[in-house]
């Protein structure tokens, strides 16, 4: 009866050493292959200067139209934005100007 008590705790440990290894492999690959592994380092970082890119050209084209709204505000709209627009929506030109038209 005593051996086997022992052989049933022996059984545990070992169930218990196996399981304890079995999730150190799984955490050991998740960290090497993982999705934010060291295999997919690089391809973070990549996207990660892509990403920046994006913001860098989607911030100059908010600085731009925010200075176009800036020259279209109606308690002082710069007259030649509104010239432009007005050109260029409504097909509206001066009496003196002479239009030519180019085929595309």
Do not use: C, Y
């Not at 690959?29 to 920046?52: F, H, M």
């Amino acid at each position: 009866m005593r051996s086997r008590g022992r052989l049933d705790l022996v059984r545990k440990q070992k169930a218990t050493q196996s399981a304890a290894l079995f999730v150190l492999l799984v955490i050991s690959g998740l960290a090497i292959a993982g999705p934010s592994g060291l295999l997919a380092w690089s391809e973070n970082l990549r996207l990660l200067d892509q990403r920046k890119a994006q913001l860098a050209a989607l911030e100059k084209d908010r600085a731009a139209l925010e200075n176009k709204v800036a020259l279209l505000h109606p308690d002082h709209a710069d007259p030649d934005m509104v010239g432009e627009l007005l050109r260029s929506q409504l097909n509206v030109v001066h009496p003196d100007e002479v239009v030519i038209k180019l085929d595309d």
